[in-house]
């Protein structure tokens, strides 16, 4: 690595300086320094695991998570329900049983690899932070120690009274879903049943006419889909 690129304790220690939580930190000079092309942070909330960290330049690791929150299977989920590392270096040749509808919508613009270490603070989970590569292999050990450090790191600048203000009402993180949010609620309205019943239909219908979630909850929004009828 040249030494001018840049490094992940150097990255921590100026998103520390700067005082200013999550937004501190960029995701792009992030991915550079661990060799991969791109990284997010997905929280954990009421409806799942909310992406708040993120290049929006990053097209295809957005999509990647937004699939696995479709579906509800994949490296991020699994980092998240069971808190521990899950280390995808190739998902072309992961089994069909472990992620059964995540495989099967993968094509070519997926991820080749997919790197997802939870963010713990002791027994609670506060999210995962996923890196994406296009081309398939393992971090390197020196990789993975700064992974893990990245990782610690932003789970510390969240817990500072900067970073709790991004997850605040006073200045939130950007919520990359906040019109999914939105679209669930109109459904509740509409049709009178609850929140995660509103969500599992909007994930149902994105599923079954294999179209971004994003994409379903506009065209809700915007009164340009009918969901009255009961998923299946």
Not at 21 to 42: F, H, N, Q, R
Not at 110 to 119: F, I, Q
Not at 133 to 141: E, Q
Request: aromatic share 4%.
């Amino acid at each position: 690595m040249p030494a001018d690129a840049p490094d992940i304790p150097g990255l921590l220690a100026a998103a520390t300086q700067a005082g200013h939580g999550l937004t501190a930190l960029e995701p792009g000079p992030c991915a550079v320094a661990l060799g991969l092309d791109s990284l997010t942070i997905c929280l954990l909330d009421h409806s799942g695991l909310e992406l708040v960290w993120y290049d929006p330049a990053d097209k295809a690791g957005v999509a990647f998570e937004d699939l696995q929150y479709t579906l509800g299977e994949g490296p991020t989920v699994d980092a998240a329900r069971t808190g521990e590392p899950v280390l995808v270096p190739d998902l072309y040749t992961v089994p069909e049983h472990r992620w059964p509808a995540l495989l099967a919508a993968t094509h070519q613009k997926s991820p080749h690899a997919a790197h997802a270490v939870p963010l713990n603070l002791g027994a609670a989970r506060l999210g995962v932070l996923t890196g994406h590569r296009s081309t398939a292999g393992s971090l390197t050990r020196s990789q993975m120690s700064h992974f893990l450090a990245l990782a610690e790191g932003a789970t510390t600048i969240l817990t500072t009274p900067h970073g709790i203000d991004d997850l605040s009402s006073n200045d939130p993180l950007p919520l990359h879903r906040a019109l999914i949010h939105q679209a669930t609620g109109a459904l509740t309205v509409l049709l009178g049943i609850p929140l995660d019943q509103a969500l599992a239909r909007l994930r149902a219908y994105a599923f079954t006419h294999n179209l971004p979630l994003l994409d379903v909850a506009h065209d809700v929004v915007h009164h340009r889909a009918d969901l009255n009828s009961p998923p299946g």
